[in-house]
Structure formats: C-alpha cells, structure tokens
C-alpha cells in the first residue's frame, strides 16, 4: 500500500498578473509515492497553473505546498534542486528547447546538475534509444516536427531521473506509434518507482493506466478517488465536460441487461473486456 506523501496541496490559490479569476481557487490534493494520478477537467480548470506551481515556476498567493513533507522554499538553490526532482514536460515543447542540437538539448539538464561529461553523454544516448530519437541527435531543436519536439521534451526530463515526472497532455502531436512508444516509457517510468502525473482528456486512456484520477473544476479538485469511483459519478463528467471510457460504459450496459454479473471487478481495457465476454 502507497502511502507517503510526495505531493501535498493545501488550500492553493493563485491569480495571472492583470486578470480577475483566480487560475487556482482553494485547491487541495494529495500525491503519493509510486502513484499513477491522471489530471483531468475542462479547459482552463486549472491543471497547467497547478503543475507550474509544482515545480515552482509560478508561487501560489496563498495556501501551503510540500514536497516529501517538506514545505517548498523559493530560493535559488531550493528551486534547482526542486526543478531536478519534479520534471515536468510542457504542454506545448516550444517552451522548453532552447539548444543548437537534440544532443545538446537532452545533455544540457544533468550537466548542470554537474554530471561529467562522458557520464551525460551515456545517458543521452540510452534516454534517445529508448525513446527511438537517436537519429534526430544532430538536429536543431527548432527545426523538428511537433511530435518529434515533444519527444526530445520528454526525453530532457527523464535523463535527469526525477522522483516525479509531469506530463501535461503528452500524447498531443504524437502519431500513434510515437504514442504507444510513450506509453511504454511511462509505463517504465512507474515500474521504477517514480511518481506520474499527466493532464490527458483521453478517458480511455486515464481508466485503463492511472490508479487515481483528479477532476479540476474551476481551480479546485472536485472528485479524487479511484478510476472507478470517479468515471462512474455522471454528474461529476458532465460538469467537466468528460465522458466515461468506452470500456465502461460498455461493461454497464452488459450488467444492465444482466449478461455480466455486477460482482465482477469492472475491467480497465477492452482486453479484459473481451475476455470478460469469452467467459460468459
Ligand atoms: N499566462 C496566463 N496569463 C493569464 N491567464 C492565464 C495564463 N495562463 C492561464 N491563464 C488562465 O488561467 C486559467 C487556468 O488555465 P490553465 O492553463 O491552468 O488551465 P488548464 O486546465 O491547463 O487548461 P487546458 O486543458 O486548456 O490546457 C484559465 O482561465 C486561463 O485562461
């Protein structure tokens, strides 16, 4: 049973210079170590003002943030080891290349964190095979397609060995091969032990990988609990434009017309769902 708290948000709130509405409205939730958490919610919920307060780009006006428990300082130095810890791979990869080749992009993070150079060199090279991107290494960052950007995004994050990887809609740009590439990473990523985070509209995708999900509703967390609990509540999706995973949706119709008995552990995949069908 996961249990420490990596991640503990208490009460945050956060408003844009020059704007009105609070970006974060009292918002509160709970990480824990290990954990697989998908963030979902409308557009404009929230989710991105809450993952740049995370690694400290953007400091809440109010409320507490901890990290293993202890409270986040704003220092220069509490911020680079923090910025090492909790990675975060942006929504739109523009925001995070800067260098003159893949290679230097993917290095440039565990040099500054004072890595050798043949040790920074060793793990580019593992992180852009396994990522499949060794061939764009001596590329400008400027000149690669929007997919192939958010892969060397990603693969700037994970060379530095976070304890906590955020993705914010990671599948976006991606073409389904790269997809599934990515959601292999990811699934590595967990195995390790290191904690995931991602902002996804894609319930199929949220039912079937994350062990809880977090519903954003106008800057607060307005359901967490298990996949489960949180695509089975219709009042709850509909307020945050969601609908249920297909899966779901399917296996609850089959319990209603009683081909499927309800006692049966709802299946997370159209696989389990299929053999779920064989069976009976
Ligand atoms: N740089 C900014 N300046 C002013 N307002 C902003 C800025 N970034 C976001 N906002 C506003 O803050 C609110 C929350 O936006 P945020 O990007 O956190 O939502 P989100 O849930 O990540 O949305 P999406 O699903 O579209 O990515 C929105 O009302 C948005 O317009």
Redesign the pocket.
């Known amino acids: 049973m996961k249990t420490e708290s990596m991640i503990t948000a208490d009460n945050l709130w956060f408003t ?1 210079d020059g ?1 009105d ?1 609070p ?1 974060l409205q009292g918002l509160s939730l709970d990480i824990k170590r290990g954990s697989k958490t998908a963030v979902m ?10 993952f740049l307060c995370l690694n400290g780009i953007l400091r809440p006006q109010k409320g507490a943030l901890s990290f293993c428990g202890a409270p986040y300082s704003y220092d220069k130095k509490s911020l680079l080891n923090l910025r090492s810890r909790i990675g975060i791979v942006f ?1 739109d990869p523009d925001n995070q290349l800067f260098s003159a080749s893949v290679r230097q992009e993917i290095s440039f993070g565990i040099l500054n964190l004072g890595a050798d150079n043949e040790t920074a060199l060793r793990e580019t090279e593992k992180i852009m095979d396994a990522l499949d991107i060794t061939e764009l290494k001596d590329r400008p960052t400027h000149a690669l397609s929007g997919g192939q950007k958010k892969q060397v995004a990603v693969a700037d994050i994970l060379v530095m060995h976070p304890d906590i990887v955020i993705l914010d ?1 990671p599948a976006a740009a991606l073409d389904p091969k790269h997809t599934d590439m990515l959601n292999k990473i990811i699934d590595q990523m967990t195995e390790s032990g290191i904690t995931v985070l991602i ?1 996804t ?1 894609d319930p199929d995708y949220a039912f079937s990988w994350a062990d809880q999900i977090i519903l ?1 509703h106008q ?1 607060k967390v307005l359901k967490a609990g298990s996949p489960l609990e949180v695509f089975s509540d219709r009042p709850a999706l509909n307020l945050t434009n969601l609908s249920q995973p297909a899966v779901l949706s399917i296996y609850e119709s089959l319990c209603r017309k009683k081909m499927i008995n309800e006692k049966f552990p709802a299946p997370r995949s159209l696989m389990e769902l299929l053999h779920f069908i064989e069976g009976i």
Do not use: R
């Open positions: 844009y704007e509405i970006a919610g409308a557009n404009g919920s929230g989710k991105s003002t809450f929504q809609e902002s509209h954003f800057g």
